[in-house]
């Protein structure tokens, strides 16, 4: 056993929260926050391997039950560095019906943008990566990477170093002590799946239920993970291709033929950003394409693909701007960035390649088997290159005796939450036939009446339950 698993099996036999007083709820600060929305905080260590040492307060929130209560469900949010009580705030109608049996609690989880322990600029800046060829290149990058991370890394080391998904799941049992459940009723969506299978394994005696909705998963070694992706990205893709072959947005037939020899073209000679000091190589306009893809906007117009479409267009005109228009508009850069904050708790989760090597053997599966996308398998796992701190949370099986789990998702995220899922005996899962991502609290109605049936009686769908689009969506 290496010293990073000896490390973690320490960890989770100290520092085992006790019951403590009842939250003193309150009104939330913020006009936006809902009438019935509560707060409040819990205080938990920042190395729960030292239980006596530094605090910090976890803010809390919690919409009531309005019927007869059973218990607690708890949302755990995404990101990461998204916050449950935002969700909770900006997603409450999704939680109607739910809220006739229990509470629903949330919570700003120590890795959210909004904590402010850190900086906020480490949540929302980071390096452009780049596709390293050689070996030097690759070690190269990772110098880049440590000093970006560094600087944030710098003003709060112990910290910075406990943003793991397994002390959000600490963090979440005390809470759970604080509020006197004996086992809580769980909803993990997208990254919140992660501290969700760590809170599996850490304490599986106290988990009711848990419903896992498009969960990023852990679980997975590199190769394994990418090669799932690999096939969900490629699917994607040819989802577009057909829509673009017959779109009168496209112009040319074949965009997928197009699309393989711009980004070759941009790879040997990257294409300029007019007017602005930035160019995009053939993985640059990869990474770039992708949230277009998973999200086109509703049907029929497809707005998000409408503009992916022109972005081609004017790419093969020798100018980038198109791309990085809309990146700039969603994220304040010309390229997409990889965020210091959400690499803090995806390389202590272990979320990285394990060395060059890896990572050549990631790349050339890519090269292999997604034509149109190969660029994606390794984005987020080249910005864990040089990290400065280790893995503190790494991927470990489940245990025995869990409840069954349910599993819900999207064309692009089913086979995440399913591979999760299936590892818990007599677990379920509802593939939604669409697009998207988090259908809980983007409130398909199907998808979350399947999950209160389970969550409420513990009655899991059939087998080979599928969820369809309303016209809305």
Not at 53 to 61: L, P, Q
Not at 290 to 296: D, E, F, N, R, S
Not at 351 to 366: I, K, Q, S, T, W
Not at 395 to 417: I, K, R
Request: proline fraction near 8%; aromatic fraction near 8%; charged fraction near 20%.
């Amino acid at each position: 056993m290496n010293l990073i698993a000896i490390g973690a099996l320490l960890g989770a036999l100290t520092a085992v929260p006790q019951a403590s007083a009842q939250p003193a709820w309150g009104p939330c600060e913020g006009a936006e926050r809902p009438k019935d929305l509560q707060c409040s905080s819990v205080e938990v260590p920042v190395d729960w391997a030292k239980p006596d040492g530094r605090t910090i307060d976890i803010r809390i929130a919690r919409l009531p039950a309005t019927g007869e209560r059973i218990g607690t469900v708890f949302s755990i949010p995404g990101g990461p560095g998204g916050s449950g009580i935002d969700d909770l705030t900006y997603y409450r109608d999704s939680f109607t019906d739910l809220r006739k049996r229990f509470d629903v609690v949330s919570l700003e989880p120590r890795n959210a943008g909004t904590f402010g322990r850190l900086p906020q600029k480490c949540f929302t800046t980071g390096p452009w990566l780049t596709r390293p060829d050689t070996r030097g290149e690759y070690a190269r990058l990772g110098v880049k990477i440590r000093q970006n991370a560094q600087e944030c890394r710098k003003v709060d080391p112990e910290f910075f170093d406990h943003l793991d998904s397994a002390s959000v799941a600490r963090d979440i049992d005390a809470i759970r002590a604080s509020l006197g459940e004996t086992r809580l009723s769980f909803i993990a969506t997208s990254y919140g799946g992660v501290p969700a299978v760590a809170y599996a394994r850490l304490f599986p005696e106290r988990i009711r239920t848990m419903y896992l909705d498009g969960a990023v998963n852990q679980l997975r070694d590199a190769p394994a993970d990418a090669r799932t992706r690999y096939r969900t990205y490629e699917a994607q893709f040819e989802r577009f291709a057909r829509w673009c072959d017959t779109s009168d947005v496209c112009g040319a037939p074949d965009v997928a033929a197009h699309w393989r020899k711009l980004v070759a073209a941009a790879d040997r000679k990257p294409i300029p950003v007019k007017g602005e000091d930035a160019t995009y190589s053939g993985f640059d306009l990869q990474v770039a394409a992708m949230p277009h893809l998973v999200g086109p906007g509703p049907a029929p117009e497809y707005p998000r693909w409408r503009q992916l479409a022109q972005a081609i267009a004017t790419a093969e005109r020798g100018d980038a701007s198109g791309f990085a228009g809309y990146v700039k508009a969603g994220t304040g850069s010309l390229k997409p960035q990889s965020y210091v904050g959400m690499n803090a708790t995806m390389c202590a989760d272990g979320l990285r390649f394990d060395g060059y090597r890896e990572y050549r053997a990631v790349r050339a599966m890519g090269e292999k088997v997604s034509p149109n996308l190969a660029g994606m398998g390794l984005w987020h796992r080249l910005g864990c290159t040089g990290w400065p701190a280790p893995v503190s949370n790494p991927a470990a099986p489940l245990p025995s005796g869990l409840p069954p789990f349910l599993g819900a998702g999207t064309w692009t995220d089913h086979d995440d939450t399913a591979d999760i899922v299936r590892r818990v005996p007599g677990s379920a899962t509802v593939r939604f036939d669409g697009h998207g991502h988090g259908l809980y609290l983007t409130g398909d109605t199907c998808t979350i009446a399947h999950a209160n049936a389970y969550l409420t009686d513990l009655r899991l769908p059939p087998s080979n339950t599928t969820c369809h689009p309303t016209p809305s969506n």
